[in-house]
Every structure is written in structure tokens, then in C-alpha cells.
């Protein structure tokens, strides 16, 4: 059986498990703890969670990334890192500076928590330890508070599976130069080299086996930050992640693991710890035991709330076994996606918003999705569809609230959709009461292939489903007073480097008027076509080929 949380925390089980995984202390080593060898910037530089008086810088230092204790080659001692702030990308003009520790047991990773700096201004910043210099970053702050009008660029990604292609949607969003880019989850993956590949083989192989410990999801994590692609999507502008599943392990439901799995809550605390060490978070969210506090808001004046959710760590266990179902569970009023806590924060949230868009950055699909043309109706039992109470409480929450423009952002699916929210997704006519953007993965499911007529068969029987696309991209957005601009950007080809960017479609949401209109449809020039898969969505692949 599953150790509870409260035996877990009593024991202190996950405390002493992680750090007999972090020291695995041999006896014949004396381990080296001289000055740096190379340059410990390896993993490029990141800043993140802007708001209007700072942001959070972060760097780990690594001299060889890969090294298998997870511990990158660094020194078993503390580094001083020193950091500048500058307004001009030459550091003329430095604004602030500082050191800070970098310690063995986080990893050597450093977070600089800064504030009191002036709203609505892009800085440069970079990091000094012994005498090397790490790459130069460009981040901001948010706009004043209460500032009214402007404008944001913006764009969300999700689902980077490294060995599944090269990273060039990465580059490609760098080269539009966002002010914010929100990760909505599958940053990583935790599979073992070999065991979730595409058609054709994988391009890239992960280094090591299935992350489990804590040294697994560091090496892992420093896998990925080696890319150069993703350095320079992190070094353009602040991001603000949150995780679905695969940080940890594929369709985790809070204390519950895909297959059974007796040390579960051990693998979670180190995957968080994990996660935290190497993203720019925020102190508050440093774990806690085997909790971490990963849902926040961000403000971008009265322009945009960002409403980051975290629909993996309070959420029931999927019902009737997962996979698409028709499952009476997912009616069940008692059943939470989001736990009882994160909902009224949510809602609470919607009530006090003075914001123009009030956007929900999260994970899973959220409209209704039914795979099955008949009455029957069949339906994810990972995403919202499986948790319809849940679903109905948030979506009548905003109206009630009278939240104005109300956008939800989603990854997970592997494939770009856009879908107009309603009420009742039985009723025809139900109104829409919201908009849904979903972005396609950076690599996972490889190459992928546009589609005839630029939608999903599903949308046959559901209507509220207005657009699909299977290859790889991001989706960017420019939002302002009067709208909020999409541009769903395709890339032909991620299992050799090098691919363009393609703006396949543009949606328009008005101010004022929930749902899409489309004012753009360019089919991907020379991309093969193939139908979508007829019965199930992109992201059961993954299903399908879940550990072994
Ligand atoms: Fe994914």
C-alpha cells in the first residue's frame, strides 16, 4: 500500500531518502572541493514571476551537466556567485548588485529574489563565480499596478520532449522576442532512453535511466538546459512555468502514481525539489516536505491576470481507471481537479479582478472533448472532461463573478486547438461564455502533419471546437485593450534542426465578446496532410507507450 502523507511526513521518510540520494557518500572518494576547473555556466540563465518592482534571476551552475550523481562536476563546497543588474545590455549602466551562495544540497542552483526596481522596464543581468561569466539574460518588470491601457506580448508553450526533436521552436519563439512566455507544463520527461519514441526512432536520446531520485531529475533537468535552443528562449524574457505531469511521472494525481508504487511520495519530493532548483521560482515556492506551492498570480497591470494553476498536486485520481472513458466519475460533484482550496483561491481571485483579460495559464484540456460521434459520450478522464463539476464550478464562477474577458491556456494534448467555453456543452444553445488556446507541443510526437481542413473530425459533434493542428509550434499572443490576438506557429519539421516558422492561423477575441473569430488561415506550405487520428487525441500516444 502507499505510504500516507501524514506517515510520510511524521518519518520524515522523504526528508532522509532524498538526502541519502543526494550524498551518496563513498567512502574510497574524498570528494574534490578546489576552484573550478571550467566554466560552471553551462546551463544558461533564466529570470522569472515579473511583477511590478522585480523578478527572480536563476542560474545552477554544472561544469559537466551530465555527470550521472546529478551533481554536475561541481565541487562538494558552497560557490559565491556574484550578479549585475544592468539597464543596457553592455552593463554601462549597472542598477544593482550582489552575491549570493550557491550550496551543494539545492543543487548549486541560485535564485536572486529581487524588488523595489522601477515598473514596466526591461533590464540585462548576468552572473560572475571565480573568473568566469555566465551569458547575458534580458527580463522586466511588470507595468505599475494600476496602470490602465498598454499592450503585452506574450506566448505559452508546452511538452519538450528532448529525444523526440530538436528544440528549433524554441529558438523560434526567442527570435520573436516575447515580453513573457508562460510553460504550461512537460518541460521535461522522465523516460528512460528508448521507451516513448516516435515513428521512425527518436532523433536525440535522453542521458540516463527513468528519473526516480533526486540525482535522476537533476541530470535530467541539466540535460535539457544544455540545449542551446531552450538557453536562448529562457535568456529573451521572465518566464512563468508551472508543471503537469511528466516533471514528475506520467498522469500523477497528487499522492497517487500512474502504477502502484509504495515509494511514490519519495519520487514527488524529489522531482519538486528538483523542479524548483532548476527554474526561476519564487521563494515561496521552494518544497515543503513533500508539498510545493506552485499556483500564483501574476498581474500585467490592469491590462492581464495570469491565473497559474496546478491541476496535478490536488487533484482525485483519475476516474474508471484513466484513458478516455464514458465514466460516471466524471460527474461526480465531490470529484476536484484543482482541490477545494486552489478553487476558492480561484474564484476569490475572479471576484476581485479589475483586470481587461483575466487568463488562466494551466495544464489540461479544459472544453469538452467527446471522442464519440453516437449518445454516448467518451471522454478524457485526465483533463477537465473528467472532473465536470469541477469544470462547471470554475466557468460559473467567472460569469458570475462578471469577469470580463475571461482566456484559458493549455498544453498537454500535443497539437494546437482553439475552442470556443460554454456552460452547458450539451445545450447547442448554450452561449459562449469564454475562449480556449491550446498549444502544440515544442518536439513530443515529432514531426507531425497539418491537417485537411484545419479541424478535428470530433468538431463534427462538437461544434465549440474551431480549430486543430498536429505539427509542433507555440502559440503567440499580443494582447491589448480592445483585443487579444493568437498566432498558432507551426514548424514543418523538429527531427532535424533547422526548421522555419509558420504562422498557420490567427484568432481574434474581442473585448467584450467571448470565443473566437478567425482572421487568418494559412495552410502550411509544401506539410504533408494527414487526417487527425479518428478516435483519440495526440497526447495518448504517450498513454500508450507509458513505462514499461
Ligand atoms: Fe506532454
Given at each position: 500500500m502507499p505510504i500516507s502523507r501524514r506517515?510520510?511526513?511524521?518519518?520524515?521518510?522523504?526528508?532522509?531518502?532524498?538526502?541519502?540520494?543526494?550524498?551518496?557518500?563513498?567512502?574510497?572518494?574524498?570528494?574534490?572541493?578546489?576552484?573550478?576547473?571550467?566554466?560552471?555556466?553551462?546551463?544558461?540563465v533564466a529570470s522569472g514571476d515579473p511583477d511590478p518592482d522585480g523578478f527572480v534571476l536563476w542560474t545552477r551552475l554544472a561544469t559537466s551537466p551530465l555527470a550521472e550523481d546529478g551533481l554536475g562536476g561541481m565541487p562538494d563546497r558552497s560557490v559565491?556567485?556574484?550578479?549585475?543588474?544592468?539597464?543596457?545590455?553592455?552593463?554601462?549602466?549597472?542598477?544593482?548588485?550582489?552575491?549570493?551562495?550557491?550550496?551543494?544540497?539545492?543543487?548549486?542552483?541560485?535564485?536572486?529574489?529581487?524588488?523595489?526596481?522601477?515598473?514596466?522596464?526591461e533590464f540585462f543581468y548576468r552572473f560572475h563565480a571565480e573568473r568566469y561569466t555566465s551569458p547575458v539574460g534580458r527580463t522586466r518588470t511588470s507595468p505599475p499596478r494600476w496602470e490602465r491601457g498598454g499592450t503585452l506580448s506574450m506566448a505559452f508553450v508546452s511538452c519538450s520532449q528532448f529525444e523526440h526533436?530538436?528544440?528549433?521552436?524554441?529558438?523560434?519563439?526567442?527570435?520573436?522576442?516575447?515580453?513573457?512566455?508562460?510553460?504550461?507544463?512537460?518541460?521535461?520527461?522522465?523516460?528512460?532512453?528508448?521507451?516513448?519514441?516516435?515513428?521512425?526512432?527518436?532523433?536525440?536520446?535522453?542521458?540516463?535511466?527513468?528519473?526516480?531520485?533526486?540525482?535522476?531529475?537533476?541530470q535530467r533537468h541539466a540535460q535539457y538546459k544544455s540545449d542551446p535552443d531552450l538557453q536562448a528562449a529562457?535568456?529573451?524574457a521572465p518566464w512563468a512555468v508551472v508543471w503537469d505531469d511528466h516533471e514528475i511521472e506520467n498522469n500523477w494525481a497528487d499522492e497517487t502514481p500512474e502504477q502502484p508504487d509504495p515509494d511514490f511520495l519519495v519520487r514527488r519530493a524529489a522531482a519538486f525539489q528538483a523542479y524548483y532548483e532548476n527554474m526561476p521560482l519564487r521563494r515561496t515556492s521552494i518544497p515543503r516536505g513533500i508539498d510545493m506551492q506552485l499556483y500564483r498570480r501574476l498581474h500585467w497591470g490592469r491590462l492581464a491576470t495570469f491565473h497559474l494553476l496546478d491541476t496535478r498536486?490536488?487533484?482525485?485520481?483519475?476516474?474508471?481507471?484513466?484513458?478516455?472513458?464514458?465514466?460516471?466519475?466524471?460527474?461526480?460533484?465531490?470529484?476536484?481537479?484543482?482541490?477545494?482550496?486552489?478553487?476558492?483561491?480561484?474564484?476569490?481571485?475572479?471576484?476581485?479582478?479589475?483586470?481587461?483579460?483575466?487568463?488562466?495559464?494551466?495544464?489540461?484540456?479544459?472544453g469538452q472533448r467527446d471522442n464519440n460521434s453516437g449518445p454516448q459520450k467518451v471522454l478524457s478522464m485526465d483533463s477537465w472532461d473528467g472532473y465536470q463539476a469541477s469544470r462547471d464550478r470554475i466557468t460559473r464562477g467567472w460569469?458570475?463573478?462578471?469577469?470580463?474577458?475571461?482566456?484559458?491556456?493549455?498544453?498537454?494534448?500535443?497539437?494546437?486547438?482553439?475552442?470556443?467555453?460554454?456552460?452547458?456543452?450539451?445545450?447547442?444553445?448554450?452561449?459562449?461564455?469564454?475562449?480556449?488556446?491550446?498549444?502544440?507541443?515544442?518536439?513530443?510526437?515529432?514531426?507531425?502533419?497539418?491537417?485537411p481542413g484545419g479541424n478535428h473530425p470530433w468538431a463534427a459533434w462538437n461544434p465549440h471546437l474551431r480549430f486543430y493542428n498536429n505539427q509542433r509550434g507555440?502559440?503567440?499572443t499580443r494582447i491589448a485593450g480592445d483585443s487579444l490576438t493568437a498566432d498558432f506557429v507551426?514548424?514543418?519539421?523538429?527531427?532535424?534542426?533547422?526548421?522555419?516558422?509558420?504562422?498557420?492561423?490567427?484568432?481574434?477575441?474581442?473585448?467584450?465578446?467571448?470565443?473566437?473569430?478567425?482572421?487568418?488561415?494559412?495552410?502550411?506550405?509544401?506539410?504533408?496532410?494527414?487526417?487527425?487520428?479518428?478516435?483519440?487525441?495526440?497526447?495518448?500516444?504517450?498513454?500508450?507507450?507509458?513505462?514499461?
Open positions: 506517515t510520510l511526513l511524521l518519518s520524515s521518510a522523504a526528508g532522509a531518502a532524498a538526502s541519502t540520494t543526494i550524498w551518496p557518500l563513498s567512502a574510497a572518494a574524498t570528494p574534490y572541493r578546489g576552484p573550478l576547473k571550467s566554466s560552471p555556466f553551462t546551463l544558461g559565491r556567485v556574484t550578479w549585475e543588474l544592468a539597464a543596457d545590455e553592455r552593463f554601462r549602466r549597472v542598477v544593482r548588485r550582489g552575491a549570493v551562495t550557491a550550496r551543494p544540497e539545492r543543487g548549486h542552483s541560485v535564485h536572486v529574489e529581487l524588488n523595489g526596481l522601477s515598473a514596466g522596464r526533436g530538436y528544440f528549433t521552436a524554441y529558438r523560434r519563439l526567442a527570435e520573436d522576442e516575447p515580453e513573457l512566455i508562460l510553460h504550461l507544463g512537460d518541460y521535461q520527461y522522465e523516460y528512460a532512453p528508448d521507451t516513448y519514441n516516435i515513428p521512425g526512432g527518436n532523433p536525440r536520446d535522453h542521458q540516463g535511466p527513468e528519473t526516480v531520485t533526486l540525482a535522476n531529475y537533476r529562457h535568456a529573451v498536486q490536488f487533484r482525485d485520481d483519475q476516474g474508471c481507471g484513466d484513458g478516455y472513458r464514458d465514466c460516471p466519475a466524471a460527474y461526480d460533484p465531490a470529484r476536484s481537479i484543482t482541490g477545494s482550496e486552489q478553487e476558492a483561491w480561484l474564484l476569490d481571485g475572479f471576484h476581485r479582478s479589475t483586470a481587461r483579460w483575466d487568463i488562466l495559464g494551466q495544464q489540461v484540456f479544459f460569469v458570475d463573478a462578471g469577469v470580463r474577458n475571461p482566456v484559458v491556456l493549455t498544453g498537454d494534448v500535443h497539437a494546437h486547438w482553439a475552442d470556443d467555453l460554454k456552460l452547458d456543452y450539451d445545450d447547442p444553445a448554450s452561449r459562449t461564455v469564454g475562449t480556449e488556446l491550446v498549444c502544440s507541443s515544442i518536439t513530443s510526437g515529432g514531426d507531425g502533419a497539418d491537417v507555440y502559440v503567440r507551426v514548424l514543418p519539421y523538429v527531427t532535424t534542426p533547422g526548421a522555419a516558422a509558420h504562422t498557420r492561423a490567427s484568432f481574434v477575441i474581442e473585448d467584450r465578446v467571448p470565443g473566437l473569430q478567425q482572421v487568418a488561415d494559412n495552410p502550411t506550405p509544401g506539410a504533408a496532410l494527414r487526417s487527425a487520428p479518428a478516435d483519440l487525441g495526440a497526447e495518448t500516444v504517450q498513454q500508450e507507450t507509458s513505462r514499461p
